[in-house]
């Protein structure tokens, strides 16, 4: 069965997708939706009776999962059309007192478990297939405060920017993701003190919907990376062009 593989399926980003995916790829007659909510999971496939969908509970951030997903990537044998890994999360912390699980957690999510999945899907990806890996606009330029989460995405983007290069021969399009502020669960998981933050107030949202839609479309044309918005695209520049160490001045959380 041709198959879309969607981790982080059960909000935010990740769920939309899963209509993205349906509208520009109607031959995806298969969906493996991921994410350690079996409920939501299942609640979502309830809305797509037309296409087979499965719920995969999964905590990826735990290595025993990909053991989990390696089997049952044998006993199915899906035809990979799409891989999104959207499955992650950033917290909003001064380093030197954080929560030393919750910042290496950020580590095994959003870097190691990305390469697992993708490692692991590639020996079923056909031609002419797409992944595309999440990262943010906290990858152009250091984030303080959010430093491991900033730094987790500077290396999605890095690594699927590689991908791209390599992949291509074999006819899989990688495209980084690279979104903006968007109104998802990922600010109430980030826990921004309340007045503390400089900046999130004041940047503009992101449609999830249109991020969706939007690096679909660029995946689909092979783009490298994607932003949405003229703003993040003028701070992507300026991530190239000013030092970092004066950038940081408005990009701490
Ligand atoms: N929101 C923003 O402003 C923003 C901006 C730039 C980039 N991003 C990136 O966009 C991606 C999606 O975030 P979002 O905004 O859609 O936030 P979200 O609504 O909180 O979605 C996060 C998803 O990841 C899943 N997840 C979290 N921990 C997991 C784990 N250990 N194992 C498996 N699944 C896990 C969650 O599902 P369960 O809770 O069911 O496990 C959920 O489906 C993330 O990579 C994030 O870094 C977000």
Redesign the pocket.
Known sequence: MVTAVI??????????YINAIIAQYPSVDAFWL?????E??KEIAQEHPDKTIAAI??????EE?YDIFERLLKENNPEIKVLV??????KCADFYSSNRTLQT?MI???CR?LVSMIRLCLPYMLDDSLVLN?????AFAPTPRMSV?GA??AF?LSFSKALHDELAPRGIKVTA?????????????ANVPEGKSRLIDKLPR?S?QAVAVGSLKAAKRGKMMYTKKLFYKFYHVLGKLLPHGFLMEFTEV
């Open positions: 981790t982080g399926a059960s909000s935010g980003l990740g769920r939309e991921i994410s350690r909510r079996k939501v999971l509970s999964l905590d990826l951030g735990k999962s890994n959207s499955a992650g999360y950033g957690g095994d999510l959003n478990g999440i990262s943010s606009i906290a989460y987790t995405k999605v993701v690279c979104p903006g502020v968007m109104e998802t669960d990922f600010w109430a998981v992101v999830p």
